[in-house]
């Protein structure tokens, strides 16, 4: 469903321009229909850029991205089927008018032309899907609800979409573990119903186990991807292997790991970038250094 092709983003750097960085560089991977998929890498590795970049919030450099094979430049036709929720739900709050306003926006963006009793029906049902009441939530200021309900909102604003992608970045990063869960599970629920979900995280310990498969990303590459529990079972890449054991402190610089030596999966044939070790399980060439390549 989403399609990531060569995906490049180079942003310009410095007051006058000329100097430039490459964020993310020849990325490509899918989500599929009734899928999530992890995106995980230490922080600056270009997660948020291609969340950005599939919500159509900055322009991609280089490459493609489809959904249903539609491209993200196609608009509101593109946009209708794509939605994201993000860390800080309170950043996508207009605080001088009430949270329910992003709902109007949505129809009068997209459905003009349906009543206001029927448009009400439909924003209650939605509410009522994420599990809130919508005679308690509706009608408030985004101070008067907590970070939880103004997340679980921003999902109800994308269910009255006819959604088939949710790009969630690091959305339970600020909430407390109860919250959380109940979160999870509401990605679990949109799952259940067919969405793909894009879980960008570096919070390893929780979220991920939604995911079927994971893309690992590191300065901006993909480094590994498969089935979860092959990636984090049986890790390929040594940078995979870093991120998982430097869990409390994802930080830890790369070096750490040691230079790689040995290139199990040189032979077997380049896609990308990235070697096919076993099928579905793709792994960027493990002993860089001695790569004749
Ligand atoms: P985190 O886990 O901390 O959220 P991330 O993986 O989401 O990190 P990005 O936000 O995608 O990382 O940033 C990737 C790189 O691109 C970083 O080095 C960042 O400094 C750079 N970058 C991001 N936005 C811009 C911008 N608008 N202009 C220039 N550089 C940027
Ligand atoms: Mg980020």
Not at 148 to 164: D, V
Request: hydrophobic share 40%; with cysteine; charged share 20%.
């Amino acid at each position: 469903m989403l399609q990531l092709d060569n995906v490049t983003k180079v942003y310009k750097v410095g007051a006058f321009g000329g100097k430039t960085f490459t964020a993310v560089d020849g990325v490509s991977f899918d989500v599929r229909s009734g899928e999530v998929v992890s995106l995980i890498g230490e922080s600056g590795s270009g997660k948020s850029t291609i969340g950005r970049m599939i919500l159509g919030l900055t322009p991609v450099t280089g490459g493609s991205i489809t959904v249903d094979g539609v491209p993200v430049r196609a608009g509101k036709e593109y946009y209708r089927h794509v939605q994201g929720v993000f860390q800080d739900p309170f950043s996508c709050y207009n605080p001088v008018f009430k949270a329910d306003r992003v709902f109007q926006l949505i129809k009068e963006s997209y459905y003009p032309e349906v009543s206001r009793a029927d448009w009400d029906e439909r924003v209650r049902a939605a509410v009522r899907d994420v599990r809130l009441d919508p005679g308690q939530v509706l009608g408030r200021y985004p101070h008067q609800l907590s970070g939880g309900q103004l997340q679980r909102l921003l999902i109800a604003r994308a269910l009255l979409l006819e959604l088939k992608l949710l790009v969630a970045d690091e959305i339970t990063s600020m909430l407390d573990a109860s919250t959380r869960i109940d979160v999870l599970n509401l990605l679990a629920e949109l799952k259940e119903r067919g969405l793909g979900v894009l879980y960008v995280t570096h919070d390893l310990s929780l979220g991920t186990y939604l995911a079927e498969r994971t893309v690992v990303l590191r300065h901006g590459t993909v480094v590994e991807m498969g089935l979860t529990e092959k990636v984090f079972g049986d890790p390929l890449h040594p940078y995979t292997r870093q991120l998982l054991a430097a869990v409390p402190r994802l930080h830890a610089p790369w070096e750490d790991a040691g230079p790689a030596t040995d290139c199990r999966y040189h032979a077997g044939g380049a896609s990308g970038g990235l070697f096919e070790a076993e099928p579905g399980h793709f792994t960027a060439c493990a002993g860089l250094a001695d790569c004749p390549r």
